[in-house]
């Protein structure tokens, strides 16, 4: 006998067995049991359906590259980031903008200088500003606002010379300007900013007092990045004030020598990011 | 007919089939199943080829040991993750896995003298440390040294370490290593990176500002107009740096700033 057509096969005691019903064939037991089928091997060439489907893997296609993970109940492809963590590039605001963050980027190291106070006309210095530096977890922000401080200006003989602007990085941390020459007190040196809201948050260096016979000395609005222009000397013109773009971000501004010649603006702040995935 | 009992349902050769008891269906070969399995029940048995249970496993991913999947947790992100910064004597404590530490460590500033003479910066230590295995470390932070009057030589700095790793030493005060010469810059040791701070300006008839040192500059340079400037507003400068020299005469030089220790976490 080739083929025997029939609708259920049972045991011989007529409890366990396969019924059809449609195109299907069931695992049926009467006594209520487990009705369990056990096999060597199983080849499916179909699909799978049913309450068990967690345990095979999901529809493949469109996930190339991605790893399964999963939720607790059922399984999902997603895209592998563990051993990429790493740094990966840096964000360099000379002015102000908006930060957005890189794909995949998980964590921004933010440094935030000030801009540096202006340079009198007698020998005074700018301050510095002031310097603030923090580690932000950015899985859950996509961007933030960044301010930048311009260029503050150097005087002549015997002007209060700008205070220079605050920097900061949306409301995380921020950096204050140094202060002009003769700004916190006549014939002073600015003092420098400060830094404020970040882990590290620190002051800038001040400028040089008023003298004669020079302008600021080398170590004079030093602030993070660095100090201020090359100091002038009257064959040199406004010296220091022509190469006042010749200084580092945030640096006070070189007091020019007396007189006549024009104290060197304080430079604009500056705010670096460096991602890190 | 419509229903069949029997024990066992076999091919012509008697080699595959179903096997019926009263309480299992069992193939001994190969099931083939052309069109849609349907599951019920739960799965059983000594595969290797289906996914483990979820029961437990949110947030993990599958690997294979080469012979069954199992679910275990991604393997941790290497990255940065927090800073410590000291800016006074204390412990570190290796906060829970993190695996390397750059370390940055700038002794205290050398103070200002009374004739314009400038202190010297303090030197700075750089180093990339793996801490896997180390808990804590003791950071030795200086403190400030003492700005003088004419004709006084002013406070060295002192050293800031972080444990027995790296080190940086003071600056030196003015006139300390040569009267009327500004204070030489201290250095770093035990890094990988060690460097000289900036030294100061030299006596001279008005006032400097310091040395400045990794961080920054020193204090602005005051006038005889605001008094003793520079020493009043000696903590508006950067950790490190030197005192500004006072002008002459009769004015205080600025007293050298404070080290710092700031140590940047990466997991």
Request: hydrophobic share 25%; with cysteine.
């Amino acid at each position: 006998m080739s083929s025997l057509k029939v609708l259920n096969i049972y045991d011989v005691s007529g409890n366990c067995g396969l019924t059809r019903s449609g195109s299907q064939w069931t695992i049926t037991r009467n006594d209520g049991g487990d009705r369990k089928l056990t096999v060597s091997t199983l080849q499916i060439d179909g699909s799978v359906t049913g309450n068990q489907t967690a345990r095979f893997l999901p529809s493949q296609s469109g996930q190339s590259g991605k790893v399964l993970k999963s939720n607790g109940s059922s399984p999902y492809w997603e895209t592998f980031l563990g051993p990429q963590g790493n740094l990966s590039s840096m964000s360099v605001f000379t002015s102000g903008g908006t930060w957005s963050r890189p794909s995949g980027v998980r964590y921004a190291h933010v440094q935030v200088i000030g801009g540096g106070g202006g340079g009198g006309g007698h020998g005074e210095g700018g301050g510095a500003g002031g310097y603030s530096e923090e580690i932000i977890n950015v899985e859950g922000v996509s961007t933030v606002s960044v301010s930048v401080s311009g260029e503050a200006g150097g005087t002549y003989y015997r002007g209060g010379a700008g205070n220079g602007g605050s920097s900061s990085f949306g409301s995380y941390l921020s950096a204050s300007g140094g202060y002009g020459a003769n700004r916190n007190h006549q014939h002073n040196g600015g003092l420098g900013g400060v830094g404020s809201g970040g882990n590290l948050n620190i002051y800038g260096g001040g400028g040089d007092q008023h003298h004669d016979g020079g302008s600021s000395n080398a170590n004079s609005g030093r602030g993070f990045w660095g100090a201020c222009v090359a100091g002038g000397h009257p064959q040199g013109g406004n010296f220091s004030h022509n190469h006042q773009s010749h200084s580092p971000p945030g640096s006070g501004g070189n007091g020019g020598y007396f007189n006549g010649h024009r104290g060197s603006n304080g430079r604009p702040g500056l705010v670096v990011v460096t991602h890190y995935l | 007919m419509s229903t069949l009992r029997v024990a066992a349902i076999k091919d012509l050769t008697g080699n595959t089939g179903f096997v019926l008891s009263a309480t299992t269906v069992q193939t001994n070969n190969t099931l083939v199943i052309p069109g849609t399995l349907q599951i019920d029940g739960s799965i059983t048995g000594s595969t290797n080829s289906i996914l483990p249970s979820h029961s437990g496993q949110s947030g993990k991913m599958l690997y294979t040991n080469g012979t069954s999947p199992y679910w275990d947790n991604p393997p941790s992100a290497d990255n940065i993750s927090s800073m410590s910064v000291f800016t006074s004597s204390g412990t570190w404590n290796r906060p829970s896995d993190v695996k390397y530490i750059k370390v940055q460590v700038i002794g205290g500033g050398g103070a200002g003298g009374g004739h314009g003479e400038g202190g010297g910066a303090g030197g700075y230590s750089e180093e990339v440390i793996n801490v896997e295995s180390i808990s804590s470390v003791y950071c030795t932070v200086s403190g400030e040294s003492n700005g003088t009057y004419y004709r006084g030589g002013a406070g060295n700095g002192g050293s800031s370490s972080f444990g027995s790793y790296l080190s940086a030493s003071g600056g030196y005060g003015a006139n300390r290593n040569h009267q009327h010469c500004g204070g030489l810059g201290g250095v770093g040791s035990g890094g990988n990176l060690n460097i000289y701070g900036g030294g100061g300006d030299s006596h001279h008839g008005r006032s400097s500002v310091g040395g400045g040192g990794f961080w920054g500059g020193a204090v602005a340079g005051g006038h005889p107009q605001g008094g003793n400037f520079s020493h009043n507003h000696q903590s508006h400068s950067s950790p490190g740096s030197g005192g500004s020299g006072g002008y002459f005469n009769s004015h205080r030089g600025s007293n050298g700033r404070p080290g710092m220790i700031v140590i940047t976490h990466f997991k």
